[in-house]
């Protein structure tokens, strides 16, 4: 499978780009940054430390996607609802990593898996898809005597909170509890905030060092409490998760599709 990965100059796209070329079935066939980018013109495999791969870092995606079965991208809002349009004319799979998407955003997004599969997801790992999995069942078997929080720390390069991630447990932990979820999140406290509202989901940001991802979901409930906990140590486990999901994708009828579908959960 011929993949290009979009934001190839980031910490993230350099994971993308060694996790396709360990993969077995796949090849790197384009690798895309912003213009104006230092990595233009750098070859894609000695950016990403794993030697030269012959594929050159530009900035037309239209080129790269016309030469692709699927894209990887864990870019920024912008980027990925024009990506996800080029993807969609060239009817290829788009695996989307990108977190702090806005719901104009998602329609864009919606609109454009009419056409293609788009894979899309807060987190790419099978462990927190798994935790994702548990949240909707222990929400679901414990009723709003148990107060749920959701506390997340990242990195402290990360730009948006809370979490594509948290946001994701959130939503399952909703699920679980058949509530909608915008009427019940708590996404900060601060000052005199009066008592807790039974039945909302609260959800916690930290940020500092080079933490890449721990997310803790808490049920406190009367004389005890249950703490579901994943703590990623290494970016790799999001890059392996979006190639497998990109081979998953190929092929698929359009629309959109989760991790959770990916894994079969």
């Known amino acids: 499978m011929k993949i290009a990965v979009m934001g190839v100059a980031g910490r993230m796209g350099q994971e993308l780009v060694r996790a396709v ?10 690798a895309i940054e912003r213009a104006g980018s230092a990595a233009i013109g750098a070859d894609a495999g000695v950016l990403a430390g794993v030697g030269p791969l012959g594929v050159t870092v530009g900035s037309d995606a239209i080129d790269v996607i016309a030469d692709a079965d699927g894209i990887l991208d864990f870019t920024s809002p912008k980027a990925t609802v024009e990506f996800a349009g080029l993807a969609a004319n060239g009817r290829i799979v788009h695996v989307i990593g990108t ?18 599969p788009i894979v899309k997801a807060g987190n790419m790992s099978l462990g927190v898809n798994l935790l994702a999995a548990i949240t909707r069942r222990v929400a679901e078997a414990l009723d709003a005597d148990y107060d749920i ?9 990360k730009v948006d909170a809370p979490s ?10 909703a699920e679980g509890r058949n509530i909608p979820l915008k009427d019940h999140v708590v996404r900060g406290r601060d000052g ?3 008592p807790r509202r039974r039945g909302d989901i609260g959800m916690a940001s930290l940020r500092g060092g080079s933490v890449v991802g721990d997310h803790r979901v808490i049920l406190a409930g ?12 290494d970016r790799s486990i999001f890059a392996r998760g979006a190639v497998k999901a990109a081979l998953w994708g190929r092929g698929k009828p359009p629309g959109v599709y989760s991790m959770s579908d990916v894994l079969g959960l």
């Open 99 to 116: 977190t702090g998407l806005d719901e104009d955003d998602e329609k864009q997004i919606l609109a454009a898996a009419r056409h293609a």
């Open 149 to 157: 929080e959701i506390v997340e720390m990242h990195h402290k390069h």
């Open 164 to 173: 594509g991630t948290a946001l994701m447990l959130a939503q399952a932990a």
């Open 222 to 233: 009367p004389g005890e409490r249950i703490e579901l906990t994943h703590l990623a140590g």
């Open 192 to 194: 005199i905030t009066g």
């Open 21 to 30: 070329h360990e993969a077995e079935g796949c090849e790197l066939s384009g």
